[in-house]
């Protein structure tokens, strides 16, 4: 606190000399920023005082009517979404500075981080996103949008989409593979043909009638836990695939068994991560996305009941329905091991 006093005084005289220059909006934000900065000032000092000195232990005060303030700047033409669930957004975050006692160089860390996060985004790396999954919100608002929508309990569960989706993956025919080019030089050949797996099912309604002509959009890593995209020595499009299902609502398809995997810790979320003392690992997953007609798009992933990692995701996206346990597979050339499993769809 004895260093950060000189720093914040130095912040604040140089964002006062930027309010005499500026206007407009940039004056907005230096005023919003120096009086942020002379109430942190102020308060920590007579902080430290009360507290160090007296030992009195009282709590400091920080201005009660400032939150209802920013709140009651939103104007009457508003989006109206927004003008709903703005209030207790200003409200949780400023409750969450107060309670920390958030520092100037706190916040600016905060907002280099999340600068950070978006520049490293691309269409093939989403570190704002993964942000979110490791913080666990992808999950809670997947959780929250499913039981908003749900129409019957009977539907498979979700589970949150992830980064490393791709919207246009290649139809196959039933009973083909989303395994391209598996080549004995490949390093993770051997592991393939071990992990080599069958998967069918149907698409079913939750009055269980099958329903024909849904589309299965199915997705997973190689055996060395990477996304095709993230993975130059992959094809395009690797162990990615969409499916029609028939007449009797079925799919087929090759795959493979899914390997644990970390999710990319190179960047600002794997950093925090560190900071957390987290592992970065989720249990061996396929991600898949079913749609039909008439009917809710379910999103969601299946989770090899043999990983270690099952019980303890970095991503929060674990639900026991979604564990399955794949069975060996007999007489077929292309697939050591079989799962079924059907897909129930809620009714829009
Ligand atoms: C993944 O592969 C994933 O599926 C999720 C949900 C988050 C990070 C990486
Ligand atoms: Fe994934």
Redesign the pocket.
């Known amino acids: 606190m004895g260093q950060m006093i000189p720093d914040l005084a130095a912040a604040a005289s140089r964002a006062s000399a930027a309010k005499i220059k500026s206007n407009g909006i940039s004056n907005g934000i230096s005023n919003g920023i120096s009086n942020g900065i002379s109430n942190g000032i102020s308060n920590g000092i007579s902080n430290g005082i009360s507290n160090g000195l007296n030992g009195a232990g009282k709590k400091c005060q920080y201005d009660p009517t400032f939150t209802q303030k920013v709140i009651a700047a939103t104007g009457p033409n508003a989006n109206p979404r927004l003008a709903q669930i703005f209030p207790s957004l200003v409200r949780h975050l400023h409750d969450f500075a107060r309670e920390v006692n958030l520092t100037v160089g706190e916040w600016s860390a905060a907002v280099d981080f999340l600068n950070e996060c978006g520049q490293m985004s691309t269409d093939r790396r989403n570190e704002t996103q993964?942000l979110c999954?490791i913080l666990g919100l992808e999950s809670l608002v997947d959780e929250i949008t499913t039981k908003q929508l749900a129409t019957s309990t009977t539907q498979t569960p979700s589970a949150?989409l992830?980064?490393?989706y791709r919207s246009d993956a290649p139809f196959f025919p039933n009973g083909t593979s989303i395994v391209q080019d598996l080549s004995p030089s490949l390093p993770w050949y051997d592991q393939a043909l071990e992990d080599s797996a069958f998967l069918s099912g149907r698409v079913l309604s939750t009055d269980g009638e099958p329903i024909e002509n849904a589309v299965v959009d199915v997705w997973h890593t190689a055996p060395n836990g990477l996304y095709e995209q993230q993975d130059a020595e992959q094809p395009e499009m690797n162990f990615r695939g969409r499916f029609r299902t028939d007449q009797g609502g079925r799919y087929a398809l090759y795959a493979l068994r899914p390997v644990a995997?970390p999710?990319p810790d190179d960047g600002p979320a794997g950093r925090l991560l560190g900071l957390l003392d987290r592992h970065p690992n989720?249990p061996g997953?396929i991600?898949f996305i079913v749609s039909a007609e008439g009917h809710r798009t379910l999103t969601t992933q299946l989770y090899d009941s043999r990983d270690r990692w099952v019980g303890n995701d970095a991503?929060f996206?674990v639900k026991d329905e979604l564990v399955v346990r794949f069975e060996p597979r007999e007489g077929d050339g292309q697939a050591r091991w079989e799962l079924g499993y059907d897909f129930v769809l809620g009714r829009c």
Do not use: M
Request: no cysteine.
């Open positions: 993964l999954d949150i992830g980064p490393f995997y999710i989720r997953h991600h991503v996206a």
